[in-house]
């Protein structure tokens, strides 16, 4: 039976990869994007831990067990590397390999040092993860039919997250039984949803920013996706979506000519949204004498409450243990899968852990001094890439929206990596590297336009016949 299944598994996992590579091979690359952002968005739904039980999303076969959707990412970047490619590998590409090649030398390192295995192989995904943002670099986002296939993405999104907020409003949970989804359920949101639909919610702000006919459904569903991150009582996804916001407030006036909006139609269709939603409220209030307004306990926990005082102060500690340890192996780092023991106040116990819940902590511990540098260096060309492709005038206003979406994404990406421990993370990390690959896309498509353009006008000597010179 267990050999049947691993049969049939092989040949399903083969005609994925075929179609991932037709996907590449006839330029429907964002697609791909689609289904992958869908398949990740889809399990923090149905599994709002991490630890995902056996099951359809959590494969097992004796003693091997393996993350479904880790193995799917590992088949398109397979699909990918087949595709044989005319772009010449550039700096920003260079310097995400660079760090690459760190983080495999640091996996051997920590194995040498008696590090755990499991934690050695959970933190060498992050190759994987950011292997994603590689196969979506390529993609083709100028025609109309990318910008409905994503417009529609980010409406159905905006469709499940507003039933997801009925449900999280209301305590109502709809388990989905035994089987192939053992342990999947449909209910409150969880923190990870609360993060992935805000990021989705980024990106259809983009395209309402930047795109014409003006679609103030792209607008209304962006409201609702953003507020997903007050249904859980946390503070990491609040703060990556305000500071994203902020970055595109920031950076939005240096690419004015790409705005497709005035500020007098975005005014009116944010009051148009606030009065249906003050609408609403006023309906409940009349019904039910609620006063509160929605979510209002969940933030005021997050904000004040006691378990969040005491979670701070884990960080602390944590952080604090790191940085002894740093200090006395700055260069190199410890190797992947270091572990440190620190103070839990909570249960007033010494604990063990893997994370320091801040990406910069974790880096320097692992990775020592150049392995921090390295991912400074690979985030700020990526970041400033993000930024010169919004303001690039010679991109159509549909392609510079995924430029500032990334730009958005990888901004509040790395302030919440700041407070979690975030370059692992099974959801998250590959999700905003989709996007950061779609940003790198627009950018490296008009550096090749470029590139071919001069080649084409770069004059050419030709050899002159001797006859031709005399008189």
């Given at each position: 039976?267990?050999?049947?299944?691993?049969?049939?598994?092989?040949?399903?996992?083969?005609?994925?990869?075929?179609?991932?590579?037709?996907?590449?091979?006839?330029?429907?690359?964002?697609?791909?994007?689609?289904?992958?952002?869908?398949?990740?968005?889809?399990?923090?739904?149905?599994?709002?831990?991490?630890?995902?039980?056996?099951?359809?999303?959590?494969?097992?076969?004796?003693?091997?067990?393996?993350?479904?959707?880790?193995?799917?990412?590992?088949?398109?970047?397979?699909?990918?590397?087949?595709?044989?490619?005319?772009?010449?590998?550039?700096?920003?590409?260079?310097?995400?390999?660079?760090?690459?090649?760190?983080?495999?030398?640091?996996?051997?390192?920590?194995?040498?040092?008696?590090?755990?295995?499991?934690?050695?192989?959970?933190?060498?995904?992050?190759?994987?993860?950011?292997?994603?943002?590689?196969?979506?670099?390529?993609?083709?986002?100028?025609?109309?039919?990318?910008?409905?296939?994503?417009?529609?993405?980010?409406?159905?999104?905006?469709?499940?997250?507003?039933?997801?907020?009925?449900?999280?409003?209301?305590?109502?949970?709809?388990?989905?039984?035994?089987?192939?989804?053992?342990?999947?359920?449909?209910?409150?949101?969880?923190?990870?949803?609360?993060?992935?639909?805000?990021?989705?919610?980024?990106?259809?702000?983009?395209?309402?920013?930047?795109?014409?006919?003006?679609?103030?459904?792209?607008?209304?569903?962006?409201?609702?996706?953003?507020?997903t991150v007050a249904a859980p009582a946390q503070r990491a996804s609040p703060l990556q979506l305000a500071v994203s916001l902020l970055a595109i407030v920031l950076v939005v006036p240096l690419g004015r000519r790409h705005l497709r909006i005035t500020l007098t139609q975005f005014v009116l269709g944010v009051a148009a949204i606030l009065f249906v939603a003050g609408g609403a409220w006023v309906a409940q209030l009349t019904v039910t004498g609620n006063r509160t307004l929605p979510f209002a306990h969940e933030v005021g926990i997050a904000l004040h409450g006691g378990q969040k005082k005491l979670s701070a102060q884990d960080r602390v500690n944590q952080i604090s243990v790191a940085?002894?340890?740093?200090?006395?192996?700055?260069?190199?780092?410890?190797?992947?899968?270091?572990?440190?023991?620190?103070?839990?106040?909570?249960?007033?116990?010494?604990?063990?852990?893997?994370?320091?819940?801040?990406?910069?902590?974790?880096?320097?511990?692992?990775?020592?001094?150049?392995?921090?540098?390295?991912?400074?260096?690979?985030?700020?060309?990526?970041?400033?890439?993000?930024?010169?492709?919004?303001?690039?005038?010679?991109?159509?206003?549909?392609?510079?929206?995924?430029?500032?979406?990334?730009?958005?994404?990888?901004?509040?990406?790395?302030?919440?990596?700041?407070?979690?421990?975030?370059?692992?993370?099974?959801?998250?990390?590959?999700?905003?590297?989709?996007?950061?690959?779609?940003?790198?896309?627009?950018?490296?498509?008009?550096?090749?336009?470029?590139?071919?353009?001069?080649?084409?006008?770069?004059?050419?000597?030709?050899?002159?016949?001797?006859?031709?010179?005399?008189?």
């Amino acid at each position: 039976m267990l050999l049947l299944a691993g049969v049939l598994g092989a040949v399903a996992l083969f005609a994925l990869g075929a179609w991932f590579r037709s996907l590449i091979v006839h330029e429907r690359s964002t697609t791909l994007a689609v289904v992958l952002l869908s398949l990740l968005l889809l399990e923090s739904i149905l599994y709002g831990p991490i630890d995902v039980p056996r099951g359809l999303f959590h494969l097992y076969a004796g003693s091997f067990q393996i993350r479904t959707l880790d193995l799917i990412l590992l088949v398109a970047v397979i699909a990918r590397l087949t595709v044989r490619t005319r772009r010449p590998l550039d700096l920003v590409s260079g310097a995400w390999l660079a760090f690459a090649a760190w983080l495999v030398l640091e996996g051997y390192l920590g194995r040498r040092a008696g590090n755990p295995s499991s934690y050695i192989q959970y933190e060498i995904k992050t190759l994987l993860y950011m292997g994603v943002g590689y196969v979506l670099a390529q993609a083709r986002i100028d025609r109309a039919r990318d910008l409905v296939l994503f417009a529609r993405f980010c409406k159905i999104a905006a469709v499940v997250a507003a039933v997801l907020l009925v449900t999280s409003l209301t305590g109502v949970q709809f388990a989905l039984g035994g089987g192939l989804l053992q342990g999947a359920a449909v209910g409150p949101i969880s923190s990870v949803s609360a993060t992935l639909f805000p990021i989705v919610g980024l990106l259809a702000l983009a395209l309402f920013l930047c795109t014409r006919p003006l679609r103030y459904d792209l607008l209304l569903a962006a409201v609702v996706l953003f507020a997903t991150v007050a249904a859980p009582a946390q503070r990491a996804s609040p703060l990556q979506l305000a500071v994203s916001l902020l970055a595109i407030v920031l950076v939005v006036p240096l690419g004015r000519r790409h705005l497709r909006i005035t500020l007098t139609q975005f005014v009116l269709g944010v009051a148009a949204i606030l009065f249906v939603a003050g609408g609403a409220w006023v309906a409940q209030l009349t019904v039910t004498g609620n006063r509160t307004l929605p979510f209002a306990h969940e933030v005021g926990i997050a904000l004040h409450g006691g378990q969040k005082k005491l979670s701070a102060q884990d960080r602390v500690n944590q952080i604090s243990v790191a940085r002894g340890l740093i200090g006395k192996q700055p260069v190199l780092g410890y190797g992947l899968g270091k572990t440190i023991v620190y103070y839990e106040p909570g249960f007033k116990e010494f604990v063990g852990t893997y994370l320091t819940h801040n990406i910069l902590t974790d880096l320097l511990l692992r990775t020592g001094i150049v392995g921090a540098f390295l991912f400074l260096l690979a985030f700020w060309l990526s970041l400033n890439e993000a930024l010169l492709g919004w303001r690039n005038g010679a991109l159509s206003s549909q392609e510079a929206a995924f430029a500032l979406v990334a730009f958005a994404v990888l901004v509040g990406w790395f302030t919440h990596g700041m407070v979690e421990s975030l370059f692992e993370h099974v959801r998250i990390t590959p999700f905003s590297f989709a996007l950061l690959g779609l940003g790198r896309a627009v950018v490296r498509a008009h550096g090749a336009t470029v590139r071919d353009s001069a080649r084409r006008r770069r004059p050419t000597l030709r050899a002159v016949p001797r006859t031709a010179l005399l008189p």
